[in-house]
């Protein structure tokens, strides 16, 4: 059982538009983070939240933490090409620990 | 300081023979993490080191991988007779002691074939 789902699986886009990426649990997470994947690389690490309700920005892009602390969304404005790859949520459980469970991913592709 | 190294990058081995994957984590995480990744899925958490001490090892971990990081510093993963089933992606990640906000540097992979 994934602990952590993630939708859609897959999106394909055109260049310029809008999107939403979630990801959702019934468990609750102390923290949340988000990860780009591209192809024979390793996740980068695009953002980290933490309060519940919290809301960060990272140019195009608009990360939010559910209030309760069990989901998450990801929004691009205006999508490029160089936004495509695999988008990965990784949530900790438990104020002590430091290891992080990852969701199924998204993998998105946008079209010039 | 050149990021989470990962040695080698590929690697293609009959069924059955035993095979080891280094990982060199930035110098100053006392964290490091090895995860497995299948093709089109999120990583699965494998084990995790603080320091020398290996903390926490998943029951997806069978008795033929084992994971080593002497001194503190660089990490072994030994996978012994080697099943068609391991193929996957062998990430690698580090993490300092300074809280959630840093979150993990990734290496990229140790991609293994078994044929």
């Known amino acids: 059982t994934q602990l952590l789902e993630q939708s859609p699986q897959f999106l394909s886009i055109q260049e310029g538009e809008n999107l939403t990426v979630y990801c959702n649990s019934s468990?609750?997470?102390?923290?949340l983070q988000w990860y780009r994947q591209e192809p024979g690389e390793g996740p980068v690490l695009l953002v980290t939240?933490?309060?519940?309700?919290e809301v960060k920005k990272l140019k195009r892009l608009t990360f939010q933490f559910g209030d309760a602390r069990k989901d998450s969304s990801l929004h691009i404005t205006a999508a490029q090409p160089g936004d495509t790859g695999l988008y990965l949520c990784?949530?900790?459980?438990?104020?002590?620990?430091?290891?992080?469970?990852f969701g199924t991913g998204t993998r998105l592709k946008v079209l010039a | 300081d050149t990021g989470v190294s990962q040695n080698p990058r590929h690697k293609i081995t009959k069924r059955g023979q035993n095979v080891t994957f280094r990982c060199d984590p930035i110098?100053?995480?006392?964290?490091l993490y090895w995860y497995r990744q299948t093709l089109g899925q999120g990583p699965e958490f494998l084990t995790y080191?603080?320091?020398?001490?290996?903390?926490?090892k998943s029951r997806l971990l069978s008795d033929r991988f084992s994971a080593e990081r002497p001194k503190g510093s660089f990490s072994t993963l030994e996978i012994q007779r080697t099943e068609q089933g391991d193929s996957a992606m062998y990430l690698c990640?580090?993490?300092?002691?300074?809280?959630?906000?840093?979150?993990?540097?990734f290496g990229s992979g140790t991609r293994l074939t078994v044929v």
């Open positions: 990640a580090s993490s300092p002691n300074r809280g959630f906000s840093y979150g993990y540097t």
């Open positions: 080191f603080q320091n020398e001490a290996q903390l926490e």
């Open positions: 110098s100053e995480h006392n964290r």
């Open positions: 468990s609750v997470f102390s923290s």
């Open positions: 990784a949530g900790a459980r438990g104020s002590g620990t430091y290891k992080y469970i």
């Open positions: 939240v933490v309060t519940g309700g």
